[in-house]
């Protein structure tokens, strides 16, 4: 078992920036790969960022990519995304997730990933 907590989600101006982490703890952090996805309601949960375990290769949805950064710190245990030139269309619950293994183009799929955090509410105001 893997347990992962989000935090600091809040309300942003546009253009603004904010700092997602995600704590792990439980089972070995270092050997899952990490996703960030995000949802509003009524809608399905999107994949925005991943990262493999060493932290060496990293994935963006393209709608996020060149302004949000997925990053690592093994020796914490915890998962970052910092989030830059922030827009509305941003604005959803984001949540972390763990997976033991990526195969091939699987890293934007929910069903590679067997932890999920419970969210973190990400706003942004025009």
């Known amino acids: 078992q893997v347990q992962l907590v989000e935090s600091g989600g809040g309300l942003v101006q546009a253009g603004g920036s904010l700092r997602l982490s995600c704590a792990a703890s439980?089972?070995?952090?270092?050997?899952?790969?990490m996703g960030w996805f995000r949802q509003t309601p009524g809608k399905e949960r999107d994949f925005v960022a991943a990262i493999k375990w060493s932290g060496g290769t990293t994935y963006y949805a393209d709608s996020v990519k060149g302004r949000f950064t997925i990053s690592r710190d093994n020796a914490r245990d915890t998962v970052y995304l910092q989030m830059n030139s922030l827009k509305p269309e941003d604005t959803a619950l984001y949540y972390c997730?763990?997976?033991?293994?990526?195969?091939?183009?699987?890293?934007?799929?929910?069903?590679?990933?067997?932890?999920w955090g419970q969210g973190t509410q990400v706003t942004v105001s025009s």
């Open positions: 997730a763990a997976a033991p293994s990526l195969f091939g183009s699987s890293y934007y799929l929910v069903r590679t990933y067997d932890y």
């Open positions: 439980g089972r070995i952090f270092s050997m899952y790969h």
